[in-house]
C-alpha cells in the first residue's frame, strides 16, 4: 500500500486446489462462506454477462489516467492468475483494451478486475476475456507514472493480497485471503448442500417462516398481524 | 408509512381483469394513460432485458442490511401478486436471490420490485424470476429487525399502497393506484391505437410539425429558420 | 451555444467519404487518431449492445422535460445524419422513443445521442435504431420551450458543432470535427494497421515491456523489481 | 398524488400547539420519537447553517425546470407554514430564488423544502430565509405547465400530506403527520428528558456498554475480547 | 478543443468596462440576461461562501492527475484573469493550492475554476483566493503530460473560450461571450431595475399571481381549485 | 478484515512523539510526504470547517443501520485517539451523535472518521467535536450485529490499522503507517520547509516554469507556443 515503484517477482499464491474447489462456487456463496466479509463495492460490473473466474491475484497500483503498470504487471501474470488493478484516485479512463488482453491471455492470465474503465469491450467480449471494472471508457492512458505491482492494494473497497483468491461472477468480485481458501472452499460446499434442501422445500411452498423458525422470534420482537 | 411491525392480512388487490388488461401495455403507455405520474426513479432497472409483468403489490418495508421481512412478505403473496420492498435507507445489499425467488414463485408471485439490491442473478435469470432493483450485490443480509407488510411504502420516490398494480418493463416500473386500474387501462388502449395510426405517418415521411399541426404554435413562440 | 429559439437550415456536413472510412473504425482507435480528445462521458451508454455507427451531426438544444425540438430536428435530416441533443441542464427523462425513431429513421436518421433519457426500448431494440443516452426512464415529456437546432452544442461533455462525424460503438460516443474527419480516418487506419502486428507479436507471448521497449524508461523511473 | 392542474384550498393543518411544541426539538430527535420513519434523503442540505424550523406543509408538484406551481402555491401559505415542493423527475434547476422567498415570507411562509435547486442562496441567507434544497444552482426556469397544489407528494422519499408538520435542522428535514404531531411532540419530550440523564453519565466516564447494559448481549452475541 | 500541446499568448479579453459592469451582478441575473444559456453545472461550488468575481477567461486543458499546465497558464495571466480549468476526464484530484495560487495572485489572477479538485482550502480561505471546484482532495499531481493553454475547453458542461467573461458567485459559475459582455451587462443592468420594483409589491404582499397576470394563462391551462 | 466479533484490546500505537509532529502538518503536505499514498477518497467531508487533528486509530467495523460497535469501541479508547470506522456496506445513516460524542470525548478522543452517517451535527459543531463522514443523516441505527474494533479496516478507500495515526483536516483524511509515522513527520517538516522559500519567489512573481526550471522538459515534449 504504501511502496511506489515496487515490483514484487515472488508472491505467495493460493493453493491451486483450492482456488479449483472455489471456481465452483457463486460469489455470493463465497462471501457467506467467508463470513460476509471481503466484497467489492457493487459498482464492480462484468462487461458481458455469464462469466465466472477464480483464480489467484496478481495486483496492480495505477495511477490515473496512466496504465504503465499493467505492462509490468504482464510478466508477473502466471496461468490461472487474475489481475487485480486499484488506482491512487477515481478514474474512468480506459486503462484496457484488447491488446492487453491479448497479452494477458498469452502469459495465462483468466480476468481482469480493475477499479477505473476498460475499453474495445466489443472485443473483449468477442476473446470471451472477462473483466470487471467501474466503468467503459474509450478513453486512452498515458504511460509516465510508477505504481507498483504486487503489494498490497484497495481495489473497489476491498484489500487484496497477491495470491489471495478472485472469485467473481454476475453478483460482483469477492476476495479471499489465500489462507483461508481451503477453509472458505468447505464452508461454501456445506453451505451449497444445505440451500439444496431448503430450495426444494421453498420450492413445494414451505414458507421460510416455518422452515427457519422465524415466527416465534418475530412475534418476540413484537411484529403483529392485522386484518 | 408510520407503522413499524405490522402486517396487513387483508388488502383490496386491483380487480384482476384490469390487471390483465394493463399487462398489454408498456410502462410509458400506462405513464402517460395515468397522467404522468406514478412512475419509479430511473434508476430501476430489470436484472434481464425482455421482461415484461403487470401485478398486485404486496408491500414491504425493510431496514438496510435486513431481509427479515421479505420472509413475511411471502406468506401474504397471492398468485399474481408482485412484491415492492422498499428500505427506510438508502442501501444496495443483496436482499434477495435465488431462495426467496423459489419461496416466491411457489406463492405465486411474479415479480419483485426493490429499491435495494439484489443476488444470484444468474439464477434469477435462468428461473426467469424478474426483479426491478437499484443494484446487483452479493452481500447477504441479516434478520433482526422488525420493518412492515402490506402498509403503503415510498419506493423508489413512488407511493405504493397495497393492492395498487405494479407494471414493469424495460423502462422501468410504474405504479397504477388500485382505483384508477381500469380506467388507466382504457386509456392506454385509447392511446396505443392512437400510436398506431401515428406510426404509419410517420414511418410514411410525414413530419411531426405537420402531423401534431406544431409549425404555428413554434412561430408564435418565436422559432426562426435561418441559412 | 448563445442562440434559442434558432433552426440552421443549412450546415456543412464531414464529406461522406471521411464518414464512410472512420465507420470501420471502433470509438477507441478513432479517440487515439484525433490525439485524444472530443470524447463524450462514459455515463453515454448505448441502449443495447454491438450496434457501432458513424455519421454527420444535427445538433438539438432541449430544455429538461420539453422534447419539442426534437420534432423540429427531423425535419432537417438528411440520409447518413446522427442526431445530437443536449440539454440545457441534467435530465432523465424520456425524450425520445418509438415514435419519433420511425420518424427519424423515414427521414434518413442512423442513431440518435442524447444527454437525457429515452423510452421504448424494447421496441427500439427490435427496430434496431440505435441511441446512446445517459438513461432510461418511461418518463414523458412536453413540448412547450424553445431550444434550437443545428448550433453548436456540448453533449456529455464534448462539443459539437452541426455536420461534425459522430462515431459511436460499445465503447461510448467520440465526436470528430467536419474539418479533421478524412485526416483521422488516415490516422485511425494507420493506427489499426499498426495494431495487427502488434496483436500478433502479444499473443504469441512477447511482452509489451519488450515491444514497447520499456524496460529502460521503467529503470530510469526508478522502477524496482523485488523478490 | 395522481392529479395534476389541481390546487386544494382548505387544507386540514395540524394544531398550531403541537407544531410550537415539536419546534423545541432537533430533527433526530423528534424523528426516534416518530419511530424512526418519515425522513427525507440525507440529501436535502440547508443553503445555510444553524437554521432550524418547524411548520405546517403546503405541497407543491413541480415538473422539470418549472416553477409555475410555486406561484400559484404562495396564496396558499398562510403563517407558519413550510412549502414543500417536490417535482416529477429529479432536476437542480433553480425554482425559487429572492423574488419569491420575499412574497413567501410576505405571506407568513417559514421555511421552503424543495427536491431540485434553488439560487440567491447570498440573497436568502441575508434574508435569513432558511431552504432546503438538493442543489443550488443559478439556472432559472419556465412557467408553462400544470402541476398541483396541496396535494400529496413524494419529496426527497418522504411522503407529506398537506398540514403534516415539517421539522428540519443541520440533520435534514422529517415529516411528522398532523394526526402524530401532539403524540410525537410528547414522545420527543420524553426522549430528550431521558438524554439529559444520560449525556451526564456519559460525560463523567461511564461507558454506554454498562449504561445500556449490552454487555451480556454482546456476549451471547458472541462478542471476543482478544489481547 | 483539439490541439494538445499548444499555448495561444495573445487571446481577445472582453472589454475591462463590460467586466466591471457584470461584476456587479450576481450569477443568476447575468444568466437571465444572457438568454438562460452559458451556465457551469451545479456541481461546481465555491470553496468558501461569499466569494463574488468577474473576470476574462485564461483557458486551460488538463489531464487526470497531471497540473503541469497549470504552471503554464501562469505565465499567460493578465491583472483581471479567471483562470478555467478544464480536464480530460473526471478527476478530483488536488490539482491546485496556495502555492499556485500565490504565484496566482502575483501574476493578477482573481480566481480559479476548476473541474476538478483543490486542496489547502484553509489556507485559500485565509488568503480570500476565491476558487469554484467539483471537489476538494488533498491529492497531488504529476507534471508528465502535454495539454494546452488559451483553446477553447468545455469545462463543468459549459463551452469557455479565452478572454470571454467568467461571473462567479454563491449560485455557481456562468460564462458571457466576450462578444456579448456589454449588451448583456445592460441588460442584466435593466433586469435588476425591475426586480427592485417587483420585490417592493412582492414584500407588500401582492402575489405573483396578480404581479405577473397569470390567473387567466392558468385557468386556460386547466387550472382547478377545490375545496 | 476478516474477522467479525472480535475486539483487540492490545493494539501498537503509534509513537506520541510523532503523532505530536505529524499534528503540526496539514493533510496535503503529510499525504506528500508519505509518497502520495494512503489519502481516504474526497467524499469524506468535515461537518464544520478549521478542525485539524491528528491521533492514533482505534477501528471499528459496522454493519449498515447498525451502531453497536461504537459503543464497543468506546472502551478501547485512550487519550489522543481517533476512531475510525469503516462498513460492510456503503450506508449513510447517522449512526453517530452527541451522545456517543460526549462518550467518546469523556475517554480522551479527538475525532471520529466514519464512513457513513454522523447527526446532531449543530451539536457536536457546539461542542467542538470534529468529524469527517460521507454523510450527514437524522436516521438513527439499531444494535443488533456483531461487527469488530481493532481489526484492520478499509475505511473510504483507504487501510487502516489500529494505531495508525489519522491527521484530518479541511482537505480531508489520510493514513499515516505506525511505523513511518516518524519518518513521514520528518518528511513533511523538509517540505514545509522547502514551500516557504517557493512561496516567497512565487509571490514576488516569479513563475513556476523558471523555479522549477520546467521549460526544458516543456519543450522537449513538443509545447509550442503560438499568437
Redesign the interface.
Known sequence: ??????????IARAERAAVEKLSAF???TV??A??????M??YM?PIY??A?VAGTAVTVLL????N?ML??A??MIQPGDVVVAAC???????FF????A??F???GAVALIIDG?V?????L?AMRFPVWSR??????T?????GSVNI?V?CA???VNPGDVIVA????V?VV?AA?AAKTAEAAAAREAS?AQ??EQ????????DM?K?REP?AK???????
Do not use: F
Request: net charge neutral; charged share 30%; glycine share 14%.
Open positions: 500500500m504504501y511502496e511506489l515503484g515496487i515490483v514484487r517477482r515472488n457463486g460469489v455470493a462471501h457467506e467467508l463470513g460476509r466479509v471481503g466484497l463495492k457493487p460490473r454477462a455469464g465466472q495511477h490515473p489516467g496512466d504503465w505492462h509490468v504482464a510478466e491512487t484516485a477515481d478514474c474512468e479512463d480506459g483494451g484488447e491488446l492487453l491479448t497479452s491471455r498469452a502469459r474503465g475499453r474495445d469491450v466489443r472485443d467480449t466503468a467503459i471508457s474509450a478513453k486512452g498515458i504511460k509516465a507514472t510508477l498490497p484497495v473497497g476491498a484489500l461472477d454476475d453478483d460482483g469477492v485471503p483461508l440451500e431448503k430450495r421453498l420450492a413445494a411452498g414451505v414458507l421460510g417462516l427457519y422465524m418475530l420482537a413484537g411484529l403483529r398481524y392485522v386484518d
